[in-house]
């Protein structure tokens, strides 16, 4: 009984030593260059602190947003502050639609634990060109 438990400390002993010291692998892992997935470091980086949704539907104070990343309807309080962008140009509440995609800029109320929209922003961002002097 004693020689069967210690042969079997033995073994899983060197097996954890055997993979403790086995080498990590230098390599980097493989990146498709056709584009089909994007590149998660160019796409939309301005956006990656706001909050993504489909508007599913829309009142005077605030806005309920479908497929968000918590898989569940998520509602944003709208005010006064709130800012609006359509197209990369400023806009108002009621260019928006239900069913447009949109990015929020959320800030959480510490007390209530709303998420209050700051800043709303749909259509395209266009990218300024740079002009030919």
Known sequence: MKLCRATI???LAGACLAAAAAPQSDKQP????TGRFGDPNSVARKYQDYMYGVIKEK???ELILTQTKFGVDQT???NKKTK???DGKTSTFDK???GDRVFIDVDKDKKTG???AKKVVSGVDMPSIPTQP
């Open 9 to 11: 400390v033995a073994a």
């Open 30 to 33: 493989i990146t498709s260059n």
């Open 59 to 61: 009142k005077t104070d």
């Open 76 to 78: 944003f309080i709208l």
């Open 84 to 86: 609006y962008t359509l």
């Open 96 to 98: 928006l639609n239900v």
């Open 114 to 116: 709303d998420l209050i």
